[in-house]
């Protein structure tokens, strides 16, 4: 090769043309409208044009979370939030149940011991959700009533598994159990269907950079009448997090501290935009997406990593690496070749699995794109595959009468 030709092969590998591919379980894709809401002119946050836009997110918040209580919203990641829940809740000491579904609950699990609370770890594969019944015993054996909080994990995004939130409700009223539930909503809030109100969720945590379609930067309760009166008895030390300050200027739309002004401008756009698609049929759409995307996964040979089909998540699917191939490498070389970003695995799945993230603003071409390109590596990488199956198998979802008849039926069972 001469070196003039090196260079342009090497140009020709380097420069990107078209959009590139973020398949990853958030961030998720940012939508145009969403984008050119963020890049307006930043105003004053205490004035009432700003407070005007505020109460608008906030009250689309509120419709997402489905719920009629309170909504606070942190500049923060989903992780200060976490914090959040735990430190308006709790007191030093006190004993909150939780869920080992995977590496973000043990992250929760890791955050609540440093912050001084007793936690009981209900062991788990990181192949399953919660299992209600597991917790139903815990809560039976408590007769003193020492747990505070039963803390769960809607869907486990380092596995792909949704955990039945309705379940562990039931559980806990049959036991008549006076825990609150606190719940981390963090990969499903806008893609997967959920109800605080209705699942009687006291706390539930999540973020702006997954189905709500944003950058990463604002963190997000929805709070029970309940919640707000274990925080008047709460003696957990807190400050930026706490709940009065957020709440005391809520109808007037102002915030104790800056808020994330344009982020805010940009969660306003995006409520509108799910409100405008209604949520059932945003649930009907991340649900034909989670099993196109489990139709090619099987029709590929490969395993998917949750092990319950009722528990399957519908913003991402995890994927066991046929032995022998390393996940990691596997991703790095979808993206030099592809410009098409998977998600890792994570704590004790690294190097184990990938994810494909299909929540957010995605539509069918999208998803077929980025499964088509995990295709060719794959068929590129040795991993042996029947070339165009996984992407046929995903194109049932949606293709011919038959299929339009299926994709309503699964839109209707969401
Ligand atoms: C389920 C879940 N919980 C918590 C977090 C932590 O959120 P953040 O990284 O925004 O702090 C994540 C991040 O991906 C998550 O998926």
Same mark, same amino acid.
């Given at each position: 090769?001469?070196l003039?030709?090196?260079e342009?092969?090497?140009l ?6 078209g959009?590139?591919?973020?398949q ?9 409208r ?6 307006q002119?930043t105003?004053?946050h205490?004035?009432q ?5 505020a109460?608008?997110a906030?009250d689309?918040?509120k419709?997402?979370?489905?719920t009629?209580g ?6 923060? *990641? ?7 829940a ?10 909150v149940l939780?869920?080992?579904t995977?590496?973000?609950a043990t992250?929760?699990r ?7 609370? *007793?936690v ?17 015993q815990r ?7 020492a747990?505070?909080?039963v803390?769960?994990?809607?869907n486990e995004?380092s596995?792909g598994?949704?955990s039945r939130?309705?379940d562990v409700?039931?559980a806990?009223?049959?036991r008549?159990?006076?825990?609150l ?5 963090? *990969?499903?809030?806008g893609s997967?269907?959920y109800?605080?109100d ?8 999540s ?5 709500l379609?944003?950058?990463p930067?604002l963190?997000?309760h929805?709070i029970?009448?309940k919640?707000r009166r ?5 003696r ?8 009065d ?13 800056t808020p994330?002004?344009n ?9 509108r935009?799910l409100?405008e698609e209604?949520?059932?049929?945003v ?8 099993e196109a995307?489990?139709r ?7 395993e ?5 089909p009722d ?10 690496m046929?032995?022998g191939?390393d ?6 070389k979808?993206?030099?070749?592809f ?7 994570l704590g ?9 993230g299909h929540?957010?603003?995605l ?5 077929l794109g ?5 295709e ?11 070339p165009g ?7 049932t979802v ?8 299926e994709?309503?039926a699964?839109s209707?069972a969401?």
């Amino acid at each position: 090769m001469t070196l003039m030709t090196r260079e342009y092969y090497t140009l020709w590998m380097t420069i990107r043309r078209g959009r590139h591919f973020l398949q990853i379980p958030g961030p998720t894709n940012v939508p145009d409208r969403v984008l050119r809401a963020l890049a307006q002119p930043t105003i004053d946050h205490r004035g009432q044009e700003f407070a005007r836009i505020a109460r608008e997110a906030i009250d689309g918040v509120k419709l997402v979370f489905q719920t009629e209580g309170d909504a606070v919203i942190y500049p923060s *990641s989903g992780t200060g939030a976490w914090e959040a829940a735990l430190v308006n809740t709790l007191s030093p000491g006190d004993k909150v149940l939780m869920v080992e579904t995977g590496h973000f609950a043990t992250l929760w699990r890791n955050m609540a011991t440093r912050l001084g609370l *007793s936690v009981d770890f209900v062991p788990g594969d990181w192949r399953h959700g919660v299992d209600a019944g597991a917790v139903a015993q815990r809560l039976a054996d408590d007769h003193g009533g020492a747990i505070k909080a039963v803390a769960i994990v809607h869907n486990e995004t380092s596995t792909g598994v949704a955990s039945r939130v309705a379940d562990v409700r039931r559980a806990m009223d049959e036991r008549r159990h006076g825990a609150l539930l606190i719940v981390d909503a963090i *990969s499903s809030l806008g893609s997967i269907d959920y109800r605080h109100d209705e699942w009687g969720v006291d706390v539930t945590v999540s973020c702006s950079q997954k189905g709500l379609m944003l950058p990463p930067g604002l963190g997000l309760h929805a709070i029970s009448a309940k919640a707000r009166r274990a925080a008047k008895a709460s003696r957990m030390p807190r400050a930026y997090w706490d709940w009065d300050a957020m709440l005391a200027d809520k109808a007037a739309g102002f915030f104790p501290y800056t808020p994330s002004t344009n982020l805010i401008y940009g969660l306003k756009e995006a409520v509108r935009m799910l409100a405008e698609e209604t949520l059932p049929k945003v649930f009907a759409r991340h649900r034909r997406f989670g099993e196109a995307t489990r139709r090619a996964v099987r029709a590929w040979g490969l395993e998917i990593l949750c092990g319950n089909p009722d528990e399957y998540s519908d913003s991402l699917t995890a994927i066991v690496m046929p032995d022998g191939h390393d996940a990691d490498t596997f991703r790095r070389k979808v993206l030099e070749r592809f410009d098409l970003s998977l998600g890792t695995g994570l704590g004790r799945l690294a190097g184990k699995v990938f994810r494909i993230g299909h929540l957010g603003d995605l539509n069918e071409l999208m998803l077929l794109g980025a499964l088509g390109g995990v295709e060719m590596a794959m068929l590129d990488n040795g991993i042996e595959i029947v070339p165009g199956s996984g992407v046929a198998a995903a194109q049932t979802v949606w293709r011919g009468r038959k299929a339009l008849a299926e994709a309503e039926a699964i839109s209707l069972a969401a």
